[in-house]
């Protein structure tokens, strides 16, 4: 869990404590740890979505070209 934190806190250019400090400022009433889990599986779903759609993107160009 804390590797893929740092990983991200690296990809975003801020401080793993910045970032914590924005998970733990937008959480509702669940656990520190929870919200962390929860905001590690978001990103990585949300990057898995944007690759896709890239992708999709770039068959769709290759088919017009042809």
Not at 23 to 51: F, H, K, N, P, W
């Amino acid at each position: 869990m804390w590797e893929a934190l740092r990983d991200i806190a690296r990809e975003r250019d801020l401080p793993l404590n910045d970032l914590v400090t924005e998970i733990d400022s937008g959480r509702s009433a669940s656990s520190l740890t929870a919200a962390i889990r929860v905001y590690i599986v978001g990103y990585y779903r949300q990057v898995a979505a944007e690759r896709t759609d890239l992708t999709q993107h770039a068959r769709l160009a290759l088919i017009e070209t042809h």
